[in-house]
Structures are given as C-alpha cells and as structure tokens.
C-alpha cells in the first residue's frame, strides 16, 4: 500500500489503520536512523480479533506469542530471526519496516526492562531501535482511541457509552471493512455497532430468528448472538432470553417499535411459514363484536373466528329468499372486506372472506333481472352486465379450498344464482318458442368471418364469460381484440356447434332421422367425423394444424386448442379452479399463431355451460320417450308424446328435439352440463384477434447461422428492445433450451447457446421477443443446423 493510499478520507477502516501504523515508522526522536522496526503495543488486546484479517494486506505484519507460523506468529526469539531475514517460514517483503503486534503488552511493560516477563526481554531492546505505535500522549492505541481521535485517528462521532463501546468491539471485524467517507455522516452507538454485526438489517434477522430460532443461531458467532440480543434490546424492547413465543405475541400486537416488524412480515410473509404456527401457540385476547381488522388483525386466531362466523352466515342464505339473501351477502361483504387486506387472505387463510368479493357482485348482479324485454334486449342485458354473475361464481369457487368453504359459497351462490338463472333460461324459452332460434338455421354459405390470412382456432366449450377473461389476458399481451356475441346452433353440443362454426358449414348437412345430433358431409353423406372434417377443411383450401404447428402464416388455416367442456364434464364445480391456467394456455397458442405471420386469429366455440355447486335441478324424461338422452336435450322417439318444448335442429329444422325447462338437467347430480338453451350454453363470444401495436415494429430474421450448438441471429427493421430465445413450444417460455435469452446488438445480431448437446440435430423454433417477453415472430430451426 502506497502512502498515497493512506488517506483516511476515502479508504475502509482497514487501510486506514494499516496506514496509520505504516506511517509511525516515519519518524522515531531517539535513533537519527531509519527504525528498525514498529511495535504495535495492545495491553487490552483490543485489536487481536482483526490482526489475521490485516496480515493479507500487511505482510509485514508479525504476532507475539506461541509458535504458529502459518499464522506468521511465534515467540520473542522467532520474531528476531524472522526480523533477521533467516527464517523461510517468516519471509519479510524488502523495503518494509517489519511490524510487531504485541498482545496483552503495554508500552510501559517493555520500559520496564528489568521487572518484564522473561518472555519478552529479547524485544525489549527493540523501543531504542524501533518505533512504538502510540498516541500522541504515549498511550495504547485502543479501538476508541483510534475511531474518535482528531490527531492520528479517524475522528468519527463515537458514543462513549458502555454499551457502545462493547458493541463496538464486538462489530470490529466488520467495522473494519467500512469506508471511512460513508462513516463520518453517521452516529456510532451500541444500535449502529450493533446492526453492523448482525448484517445491516435487524427487522429481517428477528424475523428469521422468530421463524427458526436453533437455526439462526446454529449459523452465527457468540459475536454476531451477543450483537443480536443487545439489537433485540435497543430497538425492539425484546429481552432474547425470553423466547420466540413472547416475541411471537409482541409480533400479533403490532405495536410500538413491532409495528415495522409485523408489516415487515407482512410484506414477505411466505418466507416465514413457521411465524404463524408460533403465534397460534401465544394466547390471544378475547374476542368481541367490536374487534376489527385494525385491532386484531395480528392474530390468525381472530381471522378463524371470523371465518367460522362467515361461514355460519352464508350457510342460512339458504333459509332466505333471494333478496334477502343478496342483502344479507351485500351485508357480510361490508363487514369483512378489511380482512382481505391482511397477510391471512394472502396466505390462504381467509378463503371465505376472499370469495366475499366475488359473491357481493354477484349479489348485485343479480339484483338485475334478465326475463324481460325482446330477444335483443336479452342479449344485450346479458353481454353488457348479465355474464359477470357467471364470472363472479367461478372466481368465488376458487376460493373452495375445502369442503366447509365449497358447502359455505354453494349455499350462497344457490341462494341468490340459482333462481337469477332459471327465471333468465325460461323466459328465453318463451321467446324462443315464439320465433326462429337465434343460432339460427343450416345455411348454404361460409361464415362471414373468414378472411384471407387468417387462422380460425376453435375452442370446445369457451362460455360468454371465459370468453371475456381471454380477451383481458390479450389486452394485456398488446394484442388488439375484436369481441362478437355469437348465439350458437341448437341443441348446444359439439356435436351440432363445431360444424356449425366451421368455415366448410356450407359443405354440412343434417342426417335424416338423426338421435346424436351429429351431421353428414353434405356430398358424401358420411357422418361428419374428425377425419371428415379435416378432408372438408382441405378440399376448401383450409390447411389443418395439429399440435403446436403454426403453418406459414399465409392463406387460410383451421386449429383446434384447449378443451374447457371435457375439463367441465371431468371435474365439475372443480373447473374454477383450473380455468385461468387453461386460458393462458390458449393465450399463448394464440400469439404463436401471430408471431408466425397470420393477420388475423379468429377465437370461435361450439356451445357454453351451466355450472351450479350442488347440483343442477334435475327433471324427470321417461326413458321410454327418448331414443338419446343426453344432460340438457334429448331426441324424442318418433309417435311419442311429450309435454317438452320442441326445437327444431340446427342442421334439419324439420326434425325437432326437446331442451330441458329452466336450467333443469335431466339427469342427477350434474354440476356441469349443456345441450339446452339458456344464454349461459347459447351466447358465446367469437374474437378476431390482431397484431397490436408493438409488433407493428417487429424485427424480421434475416439470418439464422449455427457453429456447434451456438446460434447467430441477425435481424433487421428494428433490434432495440429485442430478444432471442429457442424454446421448444413457441409460446412457452418454460420450454427455452439457451443458457439465456439475449438482446439484440445495436448492429442487430445476438448469439445464444443451446445448454444442452443431446438435442442437436432435434427441431425447436427460434423466436423474436420483444421487452415485455411478447412473441414478435418465430422460425423453426434444426438444433447444430439450419
């Protein structure tokens, strides 16, 4: 080190100090010679836990006492050979003044030549010859000393208290690694030596110890134990000794200097998964009915009590009538809504509280009735508000996380959805049957959908509302969405629906005396199956993508993707809780098919779905009037007289069919059905969606090149916030299979490493991402080669 290096002013403690003992060989008032070397006296042995830390940048640096010379330490008669240059072991660097640290040795021991210790008369001759490290009023530099003094120290500001001065000999390996600058702004007491020990941040070390107090203190010194306590005393007001659980109730109380803790906790709660369980060990006070969110939140203990109340209130929603029971809902939501702000709703502990939210809109949604008015009226009231009652049943079933919860939000949501919903479906059924059906008939022509460029990806079972959950995650991507309510063909089964929504129903006709409500190729005559209708796709120029294929991007294409109705048929109610995962999935399928060039993707579905937790009404159809009966329709034998209302196919409006009444199913037990009429299974939405803005300025490949199983990519019309990525799906970026994606260089190139060697030779897809991660174009490649 320099003496350039010495200025305290913008070195760490440790340079300081090395510096500061370097300089004192600069002088010496009893010998005119050069000293042969510097003595570092320290009777209080202050210093001796940072020696081993300054000897990296101090080799000159030498330890009195016993013999240990990795540790460049030994004893008096060592140190002279060492200062001689004769021991290999103790190599001094040349043109460096040797220094020697003498600990539990004060100046005034080595002055005393004739009365000190036996082991140390062969250095004493050495303050004639050498140098002695002192203050300027000959005293041992102590730690303090050294700290605050103007005249050879730091001049820091340094509590003088006991307490300061104990935590700043326990900090001091810290200490030293601080910068002298930053230090000169700040007060160092007990709390800074303190929290300087403890890693800087004593909120987050109580948090950890509460979680796990063996552990954390399995991983730390006595130093950095002691230092911890003394913090827990100063600034928390929290004796350590007296254990997790008393923090554990000073934690649920908030208050004071815990108020910081707890929202500290708060903020990063899933990190501490055991700080629950020990608060639920400390008693908490009694509850009453002016206990709120504010006073008691702390404690999951009044969350459950509150829970258990909520719960108890929804299950007598279905001792009232409808009104009551939206007001009772409405009521409730006031009452608890605070607890959805706490760190219980967020760990999954107030299930009910959080399904609240979902239930007061469907409480007012349903304030609103949809039996009144034209079909268009109808169909207006349903697509402007009526869908978000739908909406607001699934999101509230998520929250079912057990089956109290499930029998709690299925009596609210029976109480109020139920008849909102059967009124709605048979008035319907009324107009219905005054008029033609409002999906229509068999028609001679495409769909006025089809475009040119475009990909039609259909949907099995893609309801009104899901529809409108879609359309917010492609809003979210940057994508621009077309919304279009679209009544489906009757009855609303895939069967009938699917061909219905093709851009080859034209080439589809109904099959005499059809039971399963499944169409004929209209020149063949044979039933329209998978593979019939991918022939009828072809023989129409419509290309067939299977899988995760995106086609060429050009021209006309047809894709099936995403199966919410056989989700719905397998899990019931149970569909709540996979649906969003499912409609990301579609998202992402749907910006693959972008990214490959189509201009258009256009979303369309066969039929939407009743859902009702606890079960469909059922209603009764002899088995003896049908030849099919499937949940909500059935094909009625032919001379057979029925009470049911009758309508009349999609594709053969001479042969008609009966629709269960209401929302009624004609089997027991469904909670998920369709087949019938109502505007939950008949209005769906089809969406056309487009390139938004972002990718107006998307980055077109120029260049794909491989040396090994790295890649270069060179593009061209706008790197700047572009990356690249290799995935296996497109769209998934959990499938990338590069060490990392990179951005483009200004010169609009990047390279990227495939980790992994067993997929050479294999397909993957190159893609163009743009800042926010969205899929700007893509380009099939063969791993090693293009």
């Known amino acids: 080190m320099s003496e350039q290096q010495a200025d305290p002013q913008s070195q760490t403690v440790a340079e300081a100090l090395v510096a500061a003992v370097r300089r004192s060989a600069r002088y010496n008032p009893d010998v005119e010679s050069a000293p042969h070397c510097i003595l570092w006296t320290d009777r209080e042995q202050q210093w001796q836990s940072v020696i081993p830390a300054l000897q990296g940048d101090m080799p000159e640096l030498l330890v009195f006492g016993e013999y240990e010379p990795e540790r460049r330490r030994g004893p008096a008669i060592w140190l002279r050979c060492a200062m001689a240059g004769t021991l290999d072991e103790a190599a001094l660097p040349p043109g460096q003044t040797p220094v ?8 005034q021991d080595l002055r005393a030549v004739e009365s000190c210790p036996e082991s140390l008369k062969p250095l004493a001759e050495l303050q004639y010859r050498g140098v002695t490290w002192a203050q300027i009023n000959t005293k041992d530099w102590t730690v303090l000393a050294f700290l605050k003094s103007e005249q050879g120290g730091l001049g820091l500001d340094v509590a003088q208290d006991q307490d300061s001065k104990r935590a700043m000999l326990l900090a001091l390996s810290n200490l030293i690694d601080e910068d002298v600058a930053l230090l000169r702004d700040k007060r160092l007491d007990a709390n ?58 000073l934690l649920a109380k908030g208050q004071g200097p815990w108020a910081n803790v707890w929202q500290r906790f708060c903020e990063s709660a899933r990190r501490y998964p055991n700080i629950p369980k020990q608060i639920r060990r400390c008693h908490a006070p009694a509850f009453d009915l002016g206990d709120d969110a504010q006073t008691m939140g702390g404690w999951p203990q009044w969350n459950d009590h509150e829970e258990e109340e909520l719960q108890k209130g929804l299950l007598k929603l279905l001792e009232k009538p409808p009104h009551q029971a939206r007001e009772q809902i409405l009521s ?85 959805y139920l008849p909102w919903s059967e009124d709605a479906a048979r008035y319907l059924q009324k107009i219905v049957s005054q008029v033609s059906p409002p999906g229509g008939t068999r028609e001679d022509d495409p769909p006025p959908y089809v475009c040119k460029d475009q990909c039609v990806l259909f949907v099995d079972g893609l309801r009104f509302d899901t529809g409108k959950r879609l359309t917010e995650r492609l809003d979210s991507a940057g994508l621009e969405v077309e919304e279009e309510p679209t009544w489906t063909a009757l009855p609303s089964v895939t069967a009938t629906g699917k061909a219905a929504v093709s851009p080859v129903r034209d080439q589809i006709t109904g099959a005499p005396g059809s039971t399963d409500f499944e169409p004929n190729a209209r020149e063949s005559g044979a039933r329209l199956s998978t593979y019939h209708l991918r022939k009828l796709l072809s023989q129409a120029g419509w290309e067939y993508l299977k899988g995760h294929e995106t086609g060429a991007g050009q021209g006309q294409a047809w894709c099936e993707f995403g199966d919410i109705d056989h989700e719905g048929h397998s899990r019931g109610w149970k569909l709540a809780m996979h649906l969003d995962g499912m409609l990301d999935e579609i998202r992402e399928r749907i910006e693959e098919l972008l990214a490959a060039g189509w201009a258009e993707v256009r979303v369309v579905t066969d039929h939407g779905w009743l859902l009702m937790p606890g079960g469909l009404p059922k209603i009764e159809l002899p088995s003896a009037l049908a030849e099919t009966k499937w949940g909500r329709c059935a094909a009625i034998k032919q001379g057979a007289k029925t009470e049911e209302r009758l309508f009349p196919w999609y594709w053969d409006p001479h042969q008609e069919f009966a629709l269960a009444d209401g929302i009624a199913c004609y089997k027991h037990g469904e909670d998920y059905a369709h087949g019938g009429l109502s505007l939950q299974e008949c209005l769906t939405l089809q969406l056309a969606v487009r390139h938004g803005m972002p990718s107006l300025t998307a980055a077109t490949i120029r260049e794909v090149g491989w ?67 969205r899929l700007l174009q893509q380009r099939d490649v063969v791993i090693g080669g293009y």
């Open 100 to 107: 020697i640290y003498l600990p539990g040795v004060g100046r």
């Open 192 to 249: 800074y030596f303190n929290t300087l020990l403890t890693g800087g941040d004593p909120t987050r070390d109580l948090l950890q110890w509460l979680e796990d107090p063996e552990a954390f203190d399995a991983a730390r010194t006595d130093q950095e134990k002691a230092a911890f306590a003394e913090v827990c005393r100063s600034q928390f007001a929290f004796n350590v000794q007296d254990g997790p659980l008393a923090a554990a109730d």
């Open 332 to 416: 409730l939501e006031r009452q608890h809504t605070q607890r959805r702000n706490l760190v219980w709703a967020e760990l999954g502990e107030a299930p009910l509280a959080s399904a609240l939210q979902h239930l007061a809109t469907l409480a007012t949604v349903t304030g609103d009735s949809l039996a009144a008015g034209s079909l268009d009226d109808l169909e207006a009231a349903y697509a402007s508000q009526g869908w978000r009652a739908d909406d607001a049943v699934m999101r509230a079933l998520e929250h079912a996380s057990s089956n109290p919860d499930y029998e709690a939000i299925t009596a609210a949501v029976r109480a109020v």
């Open 707 to 773: 040396k090994g199983l790295r890649c270069t990519v060179a593009v061209e019309g706008g790197a700047e916030g572009r990356k690249a990525d290799i995935r296996q799906r497109a769209g998934d970026s959990a499938s990338s299979i590069v060490n990392a994606v990179k951005p483009f260089k200004d010169d609009g190139t990047c390279s990227i490493l495939v980790e992994d060697d067993s997929l050479e030779g294999q397909t993957a897809t190159l893609v163009i991402l743009d800042e926010d991660g």
